[in-house]
């Protein structure tokens, strides 16, 4: 038990255009997802909370304008990269906690490039 | 604030040996949960190990356990018998209400 799908698994987009990521837990109710940033070689960087129903918390210097974040069932959340620049071209993954005593179970995260 | 601490960029350890990988963390919350996570070049994270840090009984998975030293907030993993499938990333983690990691710790096992 306690899956959690992200897609795309790739995706390279033009700079300036919008990319979407999506994660979904398939088989339990996840009223708290979690976003983070990982580049080369480096740890896994929270960028932001996100519960059902409410609007997301975000980390300090991470951008809520640029990393919009919608969490509109208990199954899914959704990353929206606005305007990607080469900059934001990163490892994001998800992560969802069905409680806190289970443990937290991670998706297969997105390796974004913007060309 | 929650601050959790890996002093150790890359261990090694020769198959069937055992290596123990350091881990500190700093939180003022009583409620609180440690992780040991794994991650192969898929970058797939895939859970170790967990503790309540409210417990002092130290975990054990198989060939992976903890030492949980309370008072020094530290919470180091061994992983016993090693094999050349635990080459991995490691990432120490501390929760309240959200997930933060370490630095992590790159483990190579060697023939």
């Known amino acids: 038990g306690a899956v959690v799908s992200q897609h795309p698994s790739r995706v390279i987009c033009k700079s300036g255009t919008s990319v979407k990521i999506e994660c979904r837990s398939l088989d339990f109710q996840a009223t708290t997802m979690f976003w983070y940033r990982q580049f080369p070689k480096q740890s896994l960087m929270l960028m932001a909370t996100?519960?059902?129903?409410?609007?997301?918390?975000?980390e300090q210097g991470v951008e809520k304008d640029k990393f919009l974040i919608n969490h509109a069932s208990l199954t899914l959340s959704t990353l929206t990269v606005t305007s990607a620049h080469p900059e934001d071209s990163s490892f994001y993954i998800c992560?969802?906690?069905?409680?806190?005593?289970?443990?937290?179970?991670f998706g297969s995260g997105t390796r974004l490039t913007v060309v | 604030a929650q601050t959790v601490t890996q002093s150790q960029p890359e261990m090694s350890v020769q198959e069937a040996e055992t290596v123990t990988l350091s881990c500190t963390y700093d939180?003022?919350?009583?409620?609180?949960?440690l992780f040991w996570y794994k991650q192969p070049p898929s970058r797939q994270m895939i859970l170790v190990i967990r503790q309540e840090a409210y417990k002092q009984q130290n975990a054990t998975e198989n060939r992976f356990s903890v030492n949980f030293q309370k008072a020094a907030k530290s919470f180091s993993l061994k992983i016993s018998d090693s094999q050349l499938g635990d080459a991995a990333m490691y990432f120490c983690g501390g929760a309240t209400n959200k997930l933060i990691f370490g630095t992590g710790t790159l483990l190579a096992v060697q023939p």
């Open positions: 992560s969802a906690r069905r409680n806190r005593e289970y443990g937290y179970t």
């Open positions: 939180t003022s919350e009583s409620d609180y949960y």
């Open positions: 996100s519960n059902e129903g409410s609007k997301a918390t975000y």
